[in-house]
């Protein structure tokens, strides 16, 4: 079974999970809370047309990407290449998350997710090459906007949506994020016939 973000495949041996990044740019200050979100190419086969926050794979050049360093430039690199965001340093990441692609996935990616406010005098430009359109939306007017079939969204996207909602600012954000423990989330896919549920830890079946 082929879902956006790879197929679905119940037997033999996971894939290797590549090391990624992911940056949740927020806008807002103290006022509100508004998050970047781009929409990847449509003919792309991963993710196609899919509203997603800018990253991707960690290249060799970036260094070793067990570390932090390593995780962190790529972050920056493809906020900039995606969004063509720039101005955020290294140390404006603030880790926020970890997400390890299911086992049953055949393209799997263990992606580190940090916040970053946008840079004053920033401005976002889209590649037109990987992503196509930009939107600044609430997590709530992004969830909604899912919900009424604008905004085709993956599971993860979607989750993490829902953990911003709750907050009332982009400062409030990141003064509740900092220096909190990150510990990996793994997701797993359970097949009920043709139908596909994704559970998470916490979960019943999971």
Do not use: N
């Not at 927020?26 to 926050?53: C, K, N």
Request: with cysteine; charged share 25%; hydrophobic share 40%.
């Amino acid at each position: 079974m082929e879902t956006p973000e790879g197929r679905i495949e119940t037997g033999g041996e996971p894939v290797f999970a590549r090391p990624a990044s992911t940056v949740i740019l927020l806008r807002g200050g103290s006022s509100q809370l508004e998050i970047l979100l781009v929409q990847r190419t449509p003919d792309q086969t991963f993710m196609g047309g899919m509203w997603v926050f800018p990253g991707g794979a960690v290249d060799p050049d970036d260094g070793d990407p067990e570390t932090d360093a390593a995780q962190r430039v790529t972050a920056i690199r493809e906020l900039e290449e995606e969004a063509g965001v720039t101005g955020v340093a290294p140390e404006d990441l603030v880790r926020f998350s970890r997400w390890v692609t299911p086992k049953e996935v055949s393209k799997r990616f263990d992606t580190h997710f940090f916040l970053a406010p946008m840079p004053d005098g920033a401005a976002v430009q889209i590649d037109g090459d990987e992503c196509v359109d930009s939107t600044w939306l609430s997590p709530a007017a992004a969830l909604a906007a899912h919900r009424d079939g604008a905004l085709p969204m993956v599971f993860p996207t979607i989750k993490h949506l829902e953990q911003l909602e709750s907050f009332e600012s982009a400062d409030e954000l990141l003064a509740a994020t900092r220096g909190r423990e990150v510990v990996p989330v793994e997701p797993r896919v359970h097949m009920e016939g043709e139908q596909v549920r994704v559970l998470l830890p916490g979960d019943p079946g999971y």
